[in-house]
């Protein structure tokens, strides 16, 4: 178990935790040292072994002086036969946007062993940038107020998201396994840039790159493996994946491939010739080999030994998804210009047979083949959580006709969905029209925030879709629930 603190001193200090079966600490059953140094910005890390399995137990940080931190719970992963395993998860957590009502709800509801955060646990933007200073909730002051580049920069913002009560106090009540998404380094990283880093002002991506990883291996309670994976007694086998910094290459842009065409037909051969060409070359990486091959016996060796599901912990929809060309006249006026090109690039692009996002596994679909045949081979009861979008979703996933599994999409925390910038067009219809365009599309919500508890038995995952009332107030209170469940084996679910 890896424990997390903060204590800032004067000078490098050696901190004691301990780890007690009560919450009063009268019997400690482990002990250890840890420092707190600068060079790693106050925060340290313990790791504690020796423990029971399946085991809630009570940690704490002792100073030189006898000062005591808050005392944190968390607890072990089960080993051999379990009834049942519940996992809190979490994706895009905007703080000018609003409080972490969702962080707050499950940490009064006290029903889940593990949070799972999907990425975007911060955002990189400047103050007034997403969101604008019209969006931003004037209770949320960000530092610093500039975009964060250098390693100083990270530190700040993480350190003004953990100020967050709701935040902290996710973090003192559950264990959790994290994944960075793009907005942990730029929006749209990949291994070798990003869409929202221009090195002839902000300087070399890698050092950018590396002093994003720092900070947050700093800052979050996770280990520096940059992929991992979890064993959840006879339940589950959670591979922490890494859609993002460790293998990708540059996503495409459909803009670019329509770019200076001047009439539809000259749209349509581009995106064709596309289409057939880069789009679907075999060799194109987002996991990268070594983790592509890392997966794939991964997955065997889960089913080997009669595992029940094997869920993939990760960042972005794997699920195809075709802009609907139904909703393209409903869009009305007064959208930024940016947004109505990326309306038009995707309304084309589902007509000739290509996804809405190519940020996502659409964008590489030779690596998600990859993927969902090792699935196949291992004979794999597959779940795949993703996060990213800021809406919900769930799919059947198939490749070539056979059941590979199901995908959950989790809702943002803080950042807006759909209905921020489709606001012309009701969610309800929104969301049947996206249904409706895509097969592999169960359902999906388009405008309410919050999270999602994925409960897991032997025979069955069900996951309950939780959504805060909103965001510009602090509050626990939910404007409603969806539960959706997949037997194992069956590679559907039930909506």
Known sequence: MLLWTRYVAEAETALTWQVSETEDFAKPIAEGSVAASPARDWCAKGVVTGLSPDRWYFYRFLAPGGAASPVGRTRTLPEGPSATFRLAVFSCSNFGFGWFNAYGHVAEANDADLAVHLGDYIYEYAAGTYPDTGAANPERVLAPTTEIVALTDYRLRYATYRADPDCQRLHQVLPMIAVWDDHESANDSYKDGAQNHQSETEG???????????????????????????????????????????????????????????????????????????????????????????????????????????????????????????????????????????????????????????????????????????????????????????????????????KVGVELGVCSVSSPGFESYLSTIKPDVLAAALVAENEQLKWADTAQRGYMVVELTTARATTEYRFSTGVKQRSTTLAGTKRIATDKGSGTLAV
């Open 204 to 402: 070399d991506w890698a050092a950018r790159k590396a002093a994003a990883k720092q900070a947050y291996r700093e800052w979050m309670p996770v280990s520096d493996a940059p992929y991992a994976a979890y064993q959840v007694g006879d339940l589950a086998t959670l591979f922490r994946l890494d859609t993002r910094l460790e293998g990708r290459e540059k996503q495409f842009s459909l803009e670019t491939v329509l770019a200076g065409k001047t009439d539809p037909q000259a749209d349509i051969a581009a995106l064709d010739a596309f289409r057939t060409g880069e789009w679907a070359n075999p060799e194109r990486q987002l996991l990268g080999q070594a983790q592509d091959a890392w997966l794939a016996e991964g997955l065997a060796a889960s089913t080997a030994k009669g595992t029940a599901w094997q869920v993939l912990v990760q960042q972005v929809l794997i699920g195809n998804l075709k802009s609907p060309q139904s909703l393209y006249a409903q869009i009305g006026d007064g959208l930024p210009d940016y947004v109505r090109q990326r309306l038009t690039a995707s309304a084309m692009a589902s007509k000739a047979g290509l996804p809405l996002n190519m940020d996502a596994w659409d964008g590489y679909p030779a690596a998600r083949e990859r993927v969902f045949k090792a699935a196949l081979a291992a004979d794999a009861n597959l779940i795949v959580l993703a996060g990213d979008t800021h809406n919900g979703w769930a799919f059947d996933l198939t490749q070539d006709g056979a």
